[in-house]
């Protein structure tokens, strides 16, 4: 069985092209999933143009893709009106959506290309642009089970896992997961302390063998970031040694973190694992980078 995963995009918030982000990237969330052939998206930001160049060129015709959004910020939809299959004719894209409150996807797609924004309308792409079925929450591909979790950020995003054949892989970004943990006050006054998260995301990642999950913030930044949205990478660490995750990818690096920024959070979140005793392998999400699970 064929399971990869492609990083297209790995930072949060904004582009942020240039020397001091090369080696982590400075492209907007993005993650490919290839899956016995099914192509599944991850999120549309700005990571989304190589890859819809990517496939292009891979293919030479039309695609077809199942896409799924953790939310509709600007950072995971913004590649979306620069994705060359979306204007190609006969390509099949799916969009899928959790049907709970007035956020439709596909709408806000339409939106961001109206106009006043962008030359080039929705109505106008040439491909297919069809509704996944995702109305319980969860849903089936080809054999591949997919379910979704809902997260903390400010207007609600969703995690998503994928599973075939065994293997796991959970995309989880946007969410403050430290908003929810049981012994919140404690893992703030001590950093040491191990951090426990609710049961429900214990439970969505479990045995996963790859976790991508926003870990945005080193343990002393984050006390001045409280209800941004986002997570400590460290927080994020103990939930996988929790759930007995094999992999963790630190995700949605800070626009204002260089790479020598980020790597100080990943060792440190290395170092958070091994004395742990854990043997979950934790690394930092790189655009560019494939995994084969
Ligand atoms: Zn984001
Ligand atoms: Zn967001």
Same mark, same amino acid.
């Not at 599944?40 to 143009?49: A, E």
């Given at each position: 069985?064929?399971?990869?995963?492609?990083?297209?995009?790995?930072?949060?918030?904004?582009?942020?092209?240039?020397?001091?982000?090369?080696?982590?990237?400075?492209?907007?969330?993005?993650?490919?999933?290839?899956?016995?052939?099914?192509?599944?998206?991850?999120?549309?930001?700005?990571?989304?143009?190589?890859?819809?160049?990517?496939?292009?060129?891979?293919?030479?015709?039309?695609? $077809?893709? &199942?896409?799924?959004?953790?939310?509709?910020?600007?950072?995971?939809?913004? =590649?979306?009106?620069? %994705? /060359?299959? @979306?204007?190609?004719?006969?390509?099949?894209?799916?969009?899928?959506?959790?049907?709970?409150?007035?956020?439709?996807?596909?709408?806000?797609?339409?939106?961001?290309?109206?106009?006043?924004?962008?030359?080039?309308?929705?109505?106008?792409?040439?491909?297919?642009?069809?509704?996944?079925?995702?109305?319980?929450?969860?849903?089936?591909?080809?054999?591949?089970?997919?379910?979704?979790? $809902?997260? &903390?950020?400010?207007?609600?995003?969703?995690?998503?896992?994928?599973?075939? =054949?065994?293997?796991? %892989? /959970?995309? @989880?970004?946007?969410?403050?997961?430290?908003?929810?943990?049981?012994?919140?006050?404690?893992?703030?006054?001590?950093?040491?302390?191990?951090?426990?998260?609710?049961?429900?995301?214990?439970?969505?990642?479990?045995?996963?063998?790859?976790?991508?999950?926003?870990?945005?913030?080193?343990?002393?930044?984050?006390?001045?970031?409280?209800?941004?949205?986002?997570?400590?990478?460290?927080?994020?660490?103990?939930?996988?040694?929790?759930?007995?995750?094999?992999?963790?990818?630190?995700?949605?690096?800070?626009?204002?973190?260089?790479?020598?920024?980020?790597?100080?959070?990943?060792?440190?979140?290395?170092?958070?694992?091994?004395?742990?005793?854990?043997?979950?392998?934790?690394?930092?999400?790189?655009?560019?980078?494939?995994?084969?699970?």
């Amino acid at each position: 069985m064929e399971f990869l995963v492609r990083f297209w995009g790995t930072r949060g918030s904004i582009p942020t092209p240039g020397h001091a982000t090369k080696r982590f990237g400075g492209n907007t969330s993005c993650v490919a999933l290839t899956i016995d052939g099914v192509l599944i998206i991850c999120d549309g930001g700005s990571g989304l143009r190589e890859l819809g160049l990517h496939l292009t060129e891979q293919q030479k015709g039309p695609i $077809e893709a &199942h896409m799924f959004f953790s939310h509709m910020h600007w950072d995971h939809i913004q =590649g979306f009106p620069f %994705f /060359v299959p @979306a204007y190609s004719k006969d390509s099949k894209l799916y969009v899928y959506e959790v049907s709970k409150g007035e956020q439709r996807i596909k709408e806000m797609l339409h939106g961001q290309m109206s106009s006043d924004y962008f030359p080039v309308q929705f109505s106008d792409l040439g491909a297919q642009i069809l509704s996944g079925n995702l109305e319980s929450g969860s849903t089936s591909i080809d054999g591949v089970t997919i379910k979704s979790f $809902e997260q &903390h950020h400010p207007g609600r995003s969703y995690a998503y896992s994928f599973e075939k =054949g065994g293997k796991k %892989f /959970v995309y @989880a970004t946007d969410n403050e997961l430290d908003l929810t943990l049981l012994n919140r006050e404690e893992s703030l006054c001590n950093h040491a302390t191990l951090r426990r998260g609710p049961a429900a995301f214990s439970d969505c990642i479990r045995d996963a063998d790859l976790l991508v999950a926003d870990g945005q913030y080193p343990d002393d930044e984050y006390p001045a970031k409280i209800g941004w949205g986002h997570a400590r990478a460290n927080t994020v660490v103990d939930a996988a040694i929790a759930a007995n995750v094999k992999q963790c990818a630190i995700y949605h690096h800070d626009p204002m973190h260089s790479d020598s920024g980020v790597d100080s959070i990943v060792i440190a979140a290395q170092r958070r694992a091994e004395l742990a005793g854990s043997p979950v392998t934790v690394f930092g999400a790189r655009e560019g980078m494939t995994l084969k699970l």
